[in-house]
């Protein structure tokens, strides 16, 4: 069993930034795919960003050019780095990591984001 913690959330105004880490219990340089997803109230939870084992990554269409998502395979760490915060950002923000295609992959516990106007 994999743990994963996240860290880094908090308040912020618009306009702000914050940086999100997801330290793992395992190591993850095999992991095929590392990634960020954030549920708002009410709403799906919705992908964020996403890193391959390749560094390949693709992010979610209202995060794009404001957001970066890296892993340190050294560390154990995922990271996120959140610039230009909007209201519209707010949410738990969930660390997901897969080891195998075809798998669900681990999930943390979750941080709050809450971006105020």
């Known amino acids: 069993q994999v743990q994963l913690v996240e860290s880094g959330g908090g308040l912020v105004q618009a306009g702000g930034s914050l940086r999100l880490s997801c330290l793992a219990s395992s190591k993850i340089f095999s992991a095929v795919k590392a990634g960020w997803y954030r549920q708002a109230p009410g709403k799906q939870r919705e992908l964020v960003a996403v890193v391959s084992s390749d560094s390949i990554t693709n992010y979610g269409d209202s995060v794009k050019g404001r957001f970066t998502i890296s892993r340190d395979n050294a560390k154990n760490t995922v990271y996120l780095q959140m610039n230009s915060l909007k209201p519209e950002d707010t949410g738990v923000y969930y660390c997901?990591?897969?080891?195998?295609w075809g798998s669900g992959g681990y999930w943390g516990q979750g941080t709050q984001v809450t971006v105020s106007s």
């Open positions: 997901n990591i897969i080891y195998h």
